[in-house]
């Protein structure tokens, strides 16, 4: 019998206060309960596979709790290729399945705290085992390691048919193939931070961009396909693309001056950064 | 039959016949007679991805202008409005790809036609004129490509 359930709590990339609040609330409310055994970890997409944190966590065999600023699919996917075995649960009674469950539970801003800590206590009721309880009254163990911000495609392998279009669209050598054919971020880093472009080409919908803002994009489970589709009107109307793209380009420069500082400033400048920094 | 052209969209090759001409469009017309057969070009295929759905907006028998929209398309990746490449009456609808879209991924260049139309076939390009637009237009059309599906950019603090 184990004394406590492995709960791994990832931090928010530093800089908002109402997340850091969030943070305080959750991990003291966890530390309260003696079935959990608490590990606070920096932001999860931003560790890398080889560092000491990943590491820790591939150590871990029991079932376990990963809490993060992640959608639970981005969340998971993120772990698996860097190596942390078992599948993602979404039930107690998950714990009976093959492989060890790990329950991933998703954090946002507007996050209702009761609701994660709700999940948690089902979870831990719903153990094959009951937890003994931690006797000791420590802090939570915290990993320590230097992150920087990263930016790179995040595979659902339950989806991913092996089609290889990734690899055939991206032009930054992001992916490759291992021996036997099958798709691998070879150069996650290589990777254009804020394009997500591939996602959108993947027939499956089996890339993923944590960090993006489109829920379809960043992992939501439930978000739909179809929004992911490009539209390619402009091309097929019969005006020269050339003449179409600039005159896009122009729109958004011109939009971009008429409006002092609008709230869609920051997509048509990245809408003009596409267009000047991508190198074709 | 001649060679078809060829022009490589990055890794993949979109197949030409010279046996049609083109529109900028990206549609081929042939001569059939007094009408003209109109299908999507293997550029056009090859961006759009695996066909799902076909729609007309127009019934047979109306007058188009060029340019006019005249339907809808839905692919694996990407979807689109379709516009007529000319002027003209259209005659007739090919049901069979209307029932079965996916045709259009095998058979594109022959019973994969989408419609036909009595008119005159101005501003078509021949098959050297057209791969030399899409050579020329081909990066412009990358970059719209990624600068919209690079549309979104992050701002969630997630
Ligand atoms: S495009 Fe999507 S389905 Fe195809 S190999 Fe890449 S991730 Fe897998
Ligand atoms: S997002 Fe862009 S740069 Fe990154 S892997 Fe996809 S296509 Fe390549």
Same mark, same amino acid.
């Given at each position: 019998?184990?004394? +406590?359930? @492995?709960?791994?709590?990832?931090? *928010?990339?530093?800089?908002? +206060?109402?997340?850091?609040?969030?943070?305080?609330?959750?991990?003291? +409310?966890?530390?309260?309960?003696?079935?959990?055994?608490?590990?606070?970890? @920096?932001?999860?997409?931003?560790?890398?596979?080889?560092?000491?944190?990943?590491?820790?966590?591939?150590?871990?065999?029991? *079932?376990?709790?990963?809490?993060?600023?992640?959608?639970?699919?981005?969340?998971?996917?993120?772990?698996?290729?860097?190596?942390?075995? =078992?599948?993602? +649960?979404?039930?107690?009674?998950?714990?009976?399945?093959?492989?060890?469950?790990?329950?991933?539970?998703?954090l946002h801003s507007e996050v209702d705290p009761k609701s994660?800590?709700?999940?948690?206590?089902?979870?831990?009721?719903?153990?094959?085992?009951?937890?003994?309880?931690?006797?000791?009254?420590?802090?939570?163990?915290?990993?320590?390691?230097?992150?920087?911000?990263?930016?790179? @495609?995040?595979?659902?392998?339950?989806?991913?048919?092996?089609?290889?279009?990734?690899?055939?669209?991206?032009?930054?050598?992001?992916?490759?193939?291992?021996?036997s054919d099958d798709i691998l971020i070879e150069q996650p880093?290589?990777?254009?931070?804020?394009?997500?472009?591939?996602?959108?080409?993947?027939?499956? =919908?089996?890339?993923?961009?944590?960090?993006?803002?489109?829920?379809?994009?960043?992992?939501?489970?439930?978000?739909?396909?179809?929004?992911?589709?490009?539209?390619?009107?402009?091309?097929?109307?019969?005006?020269?693309?050339?003449?179409?793209?600039?005159?896009?380009?122009?729109?958004?420069?011109?939009?971009?001056?008429?409006?002092?500082? @609008?709230?869609?400033?920051?997509?048509?400048?990245?809408?003009?950064?596409?267009?000047?920094?991508?190198?074709? | 039959?001649?060679?078809?052209?060829?022009? %490589? %969209?990055?890794?993949?090759?979109?197949?030409?016949?010279?046996?049609?001409?083109?529109?900028?469009?990206?549609?081929?017309?042939?001569?059939?007679?007094?009408?003209?057969?109109?299908?999507?070009?293997?550029?056009?295929?090859?961006?759009?991805?695996?066909?799902?759905?076909?729609?007309?907006?127009?019934?047979?028998?109306?007058?188009?202008?060029?340019?006019?929209?005249?339907?809808?398309?839905?692919?694996?990746?990407?979807?689109?409005?379709?516009?007529?490449? %000319?002027?003209?009456?259209?005659?007739?609808?090919?049901?069979?790809?209307?029932?079965?879209?996916?045709?259009? !991924?095998? !058979?594109?260049?022959?019973?994969?036609?989408? %419609?036909?139309?009595?008119?005159?076939?101005?501003?078509?390009?021949?098959?050297?004129?057209?791969?030399?637009?899409?050579?020329?237009?081909?990066?412009?059309?990358?970059?719209?490509?990624?600068?919209?599906?690079?549309?979104?950019? !992050?701002?969630?603090?997630?």
């Amino acid at each position: 019998m184990c004394d +406590a359930m @492995p709960v791994i709590f990832s931090e *928010p990339r530093p800089g908002d +206060a109402d997340q850091q609040e969030l943070v305080l609330l959750l991990t003291n +409310a966890l530390m309260s309960r003696k079935a959990v055994d608490l590990t606070i970890v @920096p932001h999860l997409y931003d560790l890398e596979p080889t560092g000491p944190t990943m590491e820790f966590l591939r150590e871990i065999e029991e *079932p376990m709790i990963v809490i993060s600023w992640l959608y639970p699919r981005a969340a998971f996917w993120t772990l698996k290729t860097a190596g942390i075995a =078992g599948q993602l +649960a979404e039930e107690p009674a998950d714990q009976e399945e093959r492989e060890r469950p790990v329950w991933c539970l998703g954090l946002h801003s507007e996050v209702d705290p009761k609701s994660i800590l709700d999940e948690v206590d089902r979870i831990l009721a719903g153990a094959a085992a009951p937890f003994s309880g931690r006797s000791d009254n420590r802090e939570p163990t915290r990993r320590v390691e230097d992150t920087r911000e990263r930016w790179y @495609p995040v595979i659902d392998r339950d989806r991913c048919s092996g089609c290889l279009e990734c690899l055939n669209f991206c032009l930054f050598g992001v992916y490759g193939t291992d021996s036997s054919d099958d798709i691998l971020i070879e150069q996650p880093d290589a990777c254009r931070p804020g394009c997500p472009a591939c996602s959108r080409i993947c027939p499956e =919908g089996a890339i993923m961009f944590p960090q993006h803002g489109d829920p379809a994009i960043s992992g939501d489970a439930k978000a739909s396909l179809e929004g992911l589709k490009l539209d390619l009107s402009q091309l097929f109307s019969g005006a020269d693309p050339s003449a179409q793209a600039l005159a896009e380009r122009d729109r958004a420069v011109e939009t971009m001056q008429s409006q002092p500082k @609008p709230a869609g400033g920051d997509r048509l400048d990245s809408l003009v950064d596409e267009l000047d920094e991508m190198d074709l | 039959m001649p060679k078809p052209l060829v022009f %490589m %969209m990055g890794q993949s090759p979109a197949i030409l016949p010279v046996d049609r001409r083109y529109a900028r469009n990206h549609m081929w017309v042939i001569e059939m007679g007094e009408t003209l057969r109109v299908g999507f070009s293997a550029y056009a295929v090859r961006l759009l991805g695996d066909m799902r759905h076909l729609e007309w907006s127009v019934e047979v028998g109306t007058e188009v202008l060029a340019g006019q929209q005249i339907g809808f398309v839905e692919a694996s990746k990407a979807t689109s409005d379709l516009y007529s490449p %000319m002027p003209g009456r259209i005659t007739s609808f090919n049901d069979s790809v209307l029932s079965d879209p996916g045709l259009i !991924n095998s !058979n594109l260049y022959d019973s994969a036609w989408l %419609m036909e139309l009595q008119g005159v076939c101005d501003g078509l390009l021949d098959p050297e004129p057209y791969v030399r637009h899409l050579e020329a237009s081909w990066p412009l059309a990358q970059r719209l490509l990624k600068g919209q599906a690079g549309r979104n950019p !992050n701002q969630d603090p997630r």
